[in-house]
């Protein structure tokens, strides 16, 4: 079994056009060299030598984004950032600060809540792969709340019209119900919960593979169903469920030929690549609060319990609990997919492999109510459950709950776990099932409504 991964630029949304960019910093040669890692980007410079000239700038014409070094003169950074905050949250705050400057980096988070800092000296390809995601990070929250602004708009129309010209519009009225209903479904989806966005990026993330190789739909089911097995507590659950599906993140980058490589089978560079993975995973979810503790866990699920693994070779129970449950998870759909080994590895030789491995690779403890579990529990990975059924879109009903996420035959997620199926949902589901190739039906798994468990008295 082994551990390895890659780092790349990861695909970022194009930045904003004709961004406006404010350089601030004391000295003039940390000026020039930002001009000059910037020069080729499409951007409009501009620089500022103190935080009170960067001020005066920003009332006069607003910026999109602001780099300022930590240590000036009069106005520090941190407090340039944090004034910038209260006159424009919406732009973009990074701090240039050197290696000893904690104590500014930390009043810069808490006060400014900057979206990154920099360590100078800095590297120009990561500056400006930084700005970029940065950039493209606000334009999709001026796309997002341009349609909140829209839905709005559009369901207080709807409402004036219904309320002055119902009889004389009725035929219209049924037309504008849907496309209000679309609006709201589309609103809801901005607002989902954090786990369900994970699934939605994990789906992205096995587009990169071919149809009958793609694993985090699998790892995150195998993951949920240990954590129900366990009774592992709400938020440990969440935070495995986001981890698994992104786990991979780190390897989006990669070229085809070795994210479809068996890792064993993956040449030096390659493998240094490789053995990279979980580190950028991390530090591209690094940013996004509710995600710190699943980034956690991606950092560190390719550590082995005889301290041999990476990226810090952490050694039996100081390994975090998520990334040992993680591990097992992924090595074991892994084997199976021929993402590990040149083969794939039958299910019976996949448990093999972990009981063989379960005091070196694993937690010798969790590895047994892993193997337990998916012996006796999840034969098939997925689990059998009474209270669960088993449908086709015709037997749907309005009401009725999904039990597990549903993914079309390309991988994207069309009904997240949890959701409460409407008539208008089950349309648009039978809707996209007939467009599916060669046929393809949907099979669905929704809570047992509640009259049908009820015992007869």
């Known amino acids: 079994m082994s551990d390895k991964f890659p780092s790349s630029e990861p695909v970022a949304e194009s930045p904003l056009p004709s961004a406006k960019l404010l350089l601030v910093d004391d000295e003039d040669n940390i000026l020039r060299s930002l001009q000059r890692v910037l020069r080729k980007e499409p951007y409009e410079l501009t620089t500022a030598t103190s935080g009170d000239q960067a001020i005066g700038l920003m009332e006069e014409q607003g910026f999109d984004l602001v780099i300022s070094d930590a240590r000036m003169p009069g106005m520090d950074g941190p407090t340039l950032l944090a004034t910038i905050k209260k006159k424009d949250p919406s732009c973009i705050r990074i701090l240039l ?9 930390v009043k810069a988070i808490n006060d400014g809540q900057i979206y990154r800092y920099i360590s100078k000296p800095w590297n120009d390809d990561e500056l400006r792969l ?24 559009q369901n207080q129309e709807l409402q004036e019209l219904n309320s002055t010209l119902e009889q004389k519009v009725r035929a219209r009225t049924e037309e504008l119900r849907e496309t209000a209903d679309m609006l709201d479904l589309a609103y809801q989806e901005l607002r989902k919960n954090y786990v369900t966005t994970t699934e939605v990026f994990s789906s992205l993330i096995d587009k990169r593979l071919p149809a009958n190789r ?29 981890a698994a599906a992104l786990y991979n993140l780190g390897k989006l980058s990669w070229p085809d030929e070795l994210i479809t490589a068996p890792s ?23 940013a996004l609060e509710p995600l710190r503790d699943a980034a956690k866990i991606i950092r560190h699920h390719q550590e082995k319990w005889n301290g041999y693994g990476i990226p810090d070779r952490l ?32 299910r019976d030789n996949a448990i093999k492999l972990i009981k063989r491995y379960r005091d070196r690779l694993y937690d010798p ?5 892993f193997l337990e579990m998916v012996i006796e529990i999840a034969p098939d990975v997925d689990h059998e459950n009474p209270d669960i059924l088993v449908l086709d879109t015709l037997r749907l009903k309005p009401g009725m709950v999904m039990a ?18 409407s008539s208008l949902l089950i349309d ?19 809570h047992r409504p509640e009259e049908e468990t009820e015992t007869p008295t």
């Open 130 to 153: 930084i700005i970029r995601q940065a950039l493209a990070f606000k334009q999709s929250e001026r796309r997002r709340l341009a349609l909140e602004k829209l839905t709005r708009k």
């Open 97 to 105: 600060t050197g290696y000893a400057d904690i104590d500014s980096t």
């Open 315 to 346: 050694e039996g129970k100081d390994i975090p609990l998520g990334a040992r449950i993680l591990r097992l998870a992924v090595d074991f759909i892994e084997l199976q997919f021929g993402l590990i080994l040149e083969r794939r590895v039958p």
């Open 404 to 421: 597990r996420n549903l993914y079309a035959t390309s991988g994207m997620l069309l009904l997240n776990e949890g959701k409460v199926l």
């Open 214 to 242: 793609q694993p985090n739909a699998k790892v995150i089911t195998l993951v949920r169903a240990f954590a129900a097995y366990h009774k592992l507590d709400e938020e440990m659950t969440q935070n495995l469920a986001m």
């Open 264 to 286: 064993d089978l993956l040449s030096r560079d390659q493998k240094l690549e490789y053995l990279k993975y979980p580190v950028v995973g991390e530090q591209l979810l690094m």
């Open 365 to 369: 403890d969790i590895a047994d109510q």
């Open 428 to 446: 648009k589901l039978a809707a996209f099932e007939k467009g599916e190739p060669d046929g393809h039906r949907y099979t669905l798994y929704v």
